[in-house]
C-alpha cells in the first residue's frame, strides 16, 4: 500500500495506536537537541525545532487529544509509523516534502515488480489464465523509464568528465551496469509474462474453436484478444485449405460412432444432423459424437459411462 | 541452459544473495538501505537478488557469498534426516539455484551436498505420493521445494492415471480451463 501510495503521489491518512501521541500538532515552540548518533551530517551544532509531539513531552497527550477531536488534524501519514526512530526525528528537521521524496526513492528494490508478474504466473494452477494484471505491468513499465532516464543521466555525467564511457570503470561505470541490468531483467520478465499467458491463449483456440467464453474473455487484455482472433482464423483458415479437415478433434478413433450424454446447460433447440433437437438442461440424448464433442469441451454437455 | 522465458528459471534468480562492493557504484543507493546518499560506497553489505549479484560477481565490481540456506547448519540438519527438512521455507528453489550458485562461487561441496540431499529426499517424496490419497494432501508438499512439488504430483498423477485405467471411465473430459467454479481473483 505504501509503495502505491508513494507512486501515485497520495497521501495516506492512518492512526497507529503506538505512535499515537506523535499525531499531535504542537501550539507552543519547542525545541530539542539532536538525538546522540542520529545527527543529521554537517549540521550537528544545530537543534531542532519540533513540529509534532515527541513522547515524553508534556503536550503530548493534550496535543494528542486535541488532534482526536478535531480529527482532521490527524494528517500525519502511517509512514511515520513504519519508519525508523532516526528517520522520524530527521522528518522534524527536515520539511515534509523532503521526506516525500525520501519515500519515494525507497519504494521497492530494481526488478522486483516485474518478479511479482512472475510469481502470479507461477502461481496460477497450470494451463489456468489469471486476469492481466494492468497496474502492475504498467508500474514495471515505469520503472523501465527511470532507470533508462538514470542511465541516460550517468552517461552524460562521464561524458561531461570527459571519460570514456566504454573502458573507464568507475563508480559511475557500476551504477550504470546496475541499471542496464534491471532493465534487462524487467524485460525478461515482461516478456516472460506475456509469452507464458500467449502460450495459453493459442492453446484455447484449438480446444474451444473460436468463440471464447465470456470469464475467460474477461482476464485478456486488448492485444491478447486481437491475438486469440489471429490465431483462431489462422487455425480456420488452414483447416479449410486442408479441404475442411478438423485438426481440432479427438486424435483417437473412436469404439463407437454414438454417444450418451447429458446436457448440462440450456443450449435450445439445435440442429443437429439432419432434424432439429431440444437440447433442455437435464436431457439425455444419444447423439453422433463428433456433434457433441465440442459441447463437452466447452462445458455444456458431459458424458455418460457405464 | 535454460529457457529464457522460464518462470522457475527467472523465480531462482530472485533469491537474495549477501553480497560485498568491491567498487562504489553511482545512482543507485536503493539497493542499500543504510546508505544515506543515493550511491553505494566500496565495501558496503547488502543483499541482492542473484541476477543481479552473479553479474557483478562477474565484473569484480562485487563478491558474493553462500546464502544462509547452504551453510553449515542446513548441511548437518540434512546429514541426520534430509526428508523432514523444511527446504521450501529456506529456498523453494533449492537445487537450482545451488548449482548455479556452485558455478559463480566457485564452491566445490555443493555439488556433492545436492547430490545428497535430493538422492536421500526424492525417495520418500515418491513415496509418500503413491500412497497419498488425494493430490491436495498438504502434510509433506509444506516441505518441499518447488521441483520436489513437481516431482509429487507427476508420481501422483501417474498412479491416478493407472487406477482409472484399470477402472475404466470416461475419455471425453471438460476442458481443462473451463468450468471451474472458482471466484475470479481480483
Not at chain 2, 28 to 38: A, F, M, R, Y
Given at each position: 500500500m505504501l509503495g502505491l501510495a508513494a507512486t501515485l503521489d497520495l497521501e495516506i491518512e492512518q492512526l497507529d495506536v503506538w505512535i499515537v501521541f506523535l499525531h499531535g500538532d504542537l501550539e507552543d515552540e519547542i525545541y530539542m537537541e539532536q538525538s546522540k548518533g542520529f545527527e543529521v551530517k554537517g549540521k550537528e551544532g544545530l537543534i531542532c525545532c519540533l513540529r509534532k509531539s515527541l513522547y515524553g513531552l508534556k503536550q503530548a497527550p493534550r496535543q494528542c487529544f486535541r488532534g482526536l477531536r478535531t480529527s482532521n488534524n490527524l494528517l500525519f501519514s502511517s509512514v511515520v509509523a513504519t519508519f525508523f526512530r532516526w528517520r522520524l526525528v530527521s522528518s522534524i528537521v527536515l520539511c515534509h516534502r523532503l521526506f516525500r521524496c525520501n519515500i519515494m526513492e525507497h519504494t521497492?528494490?530494481?526488478g522486483k515488480r516485474a518478479c511479482q508478474l512472475v510469481k502470479e504466473l507461477a502461481s496460477a494452477e497450470p494451463g489456468q489464465l489469471t486476469r492481466f494484471n494492468d497496474d502492475l505491468f504498467n508500474q514495471v513499465i515505469k520503472e523501465c523509464n527511470v532507470h533508462y532516464k538514470q542511465f541516460y543521466e550517468l552517461t552524460r555525467k562521464m561524458q561531461e568528465e570527459g571519460l570514456d564511457v566504454q573502458s573507464a570503470r568507475n563508480a559511475d561505470h557500476f551504477g550504470m551496469l546496475i541499471h542496464h541490468l534491471s532493465l534487462l531483467r524487467n524485460k525478461r520478465c515482461l516478456m516472460a509474462y506475456m509469452y507464458k499467458r500467449a502460450e495459453i491463449i493459442h492453446s484455447l483456440s484449438w480446444k474451444v474453436r473460436r468463440i471464447l467464453p465470456q470469464d475467460i474473455e474477461e482476464k485478456l487484455c486488448d492485444c491478447e484478444k486481437r491475438y486469440f482472433k489471429n490465431h483462431s482464423s489462422a487455425l480456420q483458415s488452414y483447416m479449410k485449405e486442408m479441404g475442411s479437415l478438423d485438426l481440432t478433434v479427438d486424435t483417437v478413433p473412436p469404439k463407437d460412432p454414438y454417444i450418451k450424454v447429458r446436457v448440462l446447460e440450456d443450449i435450445g433447440v439445435t440442429a443437429i444432423g439432419d432434424r432439429d433437437t431440444n437440447l433442455a438442461r437435464h436431457s439425455i440424448h444419444f447423439l453422433k459424437r463428433t456433434d457433441a464433442e465440442h459441447y463437452i469441451f466447452q462445458g455444456m454437455m458431459e458424458e455418460l459411462v457405464g | 541452459m535454460p529457457h529464457y522465458y522460464d518462470i522457475d528459471d527467472i523465480l531462482t534468480e530472485e533469491e537474495l544473495m549477501p553480497v560485498v562492493f568491491q567498487k562504489a557504484a553511482t545512482g543507485?543507493?536503493?539497493?542499500?538501505?543504510?546508505?544515506?546518499?543515493?550511491n553505494i560506497e566500496q565495501g558496503a553489505k547488502v543483499e541482492l537478488p542473484f541476477w543481479l549479484a552473479a553479474e557483478l560477481q562477474r565484473r569484480q565490481a562485487a563478491m558474493m557469498s553462500i546464502p544462509p540456506c547452504f551453510n553449515q547448519t542446513t548441511r548437518k540438519e540434512i546429514q541426520a534426516d534430509a526428508g523432514s527438512v523444511d527446504l521450501r521455507s529456506r529456498c523453494p528453489y533449492f537445487y537450482e539455484l545451488g548449482s548455479k550458485i556452485a558455478l559463480v562461487v566457485g564452491d566445490q561441496t555443493i555439488g556433492s551436498f545436492l547430490l545428497y540431499a535430493f538422492m536421500n529426499r526424492y525417495k520418500e517424496v515418491l513415496s509418500k505420493s503413491h500412497t497419498a490419497a488425494f493430490a491436495a494432501t498438504t502434510k509433506p508438499l509444506i516441505l518441499l521445494t518447488k521441483e520436489e512439488t513437481h516431482l509429487y504430483e507427476a508420481a501422483h498423477s501417474s498412479i491416478s492415471a493407472f487406477k482409472k485405467w484399470r477402472m475404466g471411465g470416461s475419455r471425453y473430459e471438460t476442458s481443462s480451463f473451463i468450468g471451474r467454479k472458482r471466484k475470479p481473483v481480483e
Open positions: 521497492e528494490i530494481y | 543507485v543507493g536503493l539497493l542499500d538501505p543504510s546508505s544515506e546518499t543515493n
